[in-house]
């Protein structure tokens, strides 16, 4: 009689293989959202004008994550508005960061990161009490920075984000 020369490894084998198909994933089901989403780059301009003439894009959505650049206080053609009024042009700022976080289907509790560059700290320390009409919820991490200068003259503050909300 002759003897398989696999026969002490069969046992082994056919374990393994029911430990395989055991750990497969189930089938998706019909009313299931699909797990997996695009990590394709999705570009948005706020201003394609001023934008392409500076050379950036306002925001760059990549999968759940969303940054948005740096927002200041300007009109459609890149010209500063509210010249000399910090509260003001915060205000504006978070406006236009607000046109693109619905553009894209968050809101301001969907924000991680925020970071504010200012040229006069003093003055937007008086004027950060403003940042609880717009964070209901939850304060975002980040940072403040004083500057010496920001990109225009006559800007006073920058405010950029990161965004991050499962879909």
């Not at 650049?69 to 509210?82: F, H, I, R």
């Not at 003093?122 to 991490?141: D, L, M």
């Amino acid at each position: 009689m002759k003897t398989n020369p696999l026969a002490p490894v069969l046992p082994l084998f056919a374990a393994l293989i029911l430990f395989t198909v055991g750990c497969t994933t189930a089938p998706q089901k019909a009313d299931e959202k699909p797990a997996a989403q695009s990590d394709a780059p999705e570009y948005f301009m706020l201003r394609p004008d001023v934008e392409k003439a500076y050379g950036y894009s306002h925001a760059v959505r990549i999968g759940n994550e969303l940054n948005i650049s740096g927002a200041v206080s300007m009109d459609e053609k890149g010209n500063l508005t509210a010249k000399g009024d910090l509260g003001q042009q915060m205000k504006n700022c978070y406006a236009d960061l607000d046109k693109i976080l619905k553009h894209y289907g968050y809101t301001w509790d969907d924000v991680v990161v925020e970071n504010i560059l200012t040229t006069n700290m003093p003055e937007f320390e008086k004027q950060a009490g403003y940042r609880n009409t717009i964070y209901k919820k939850h304060f975002p991490t980040g940072s403040w920075f004083g500057v010496k200068e920001l990109a225009l003259p006559g800007q006073l503050i920058e405010i950029e984000l990161e965004a991050y909300k499962v879909r």
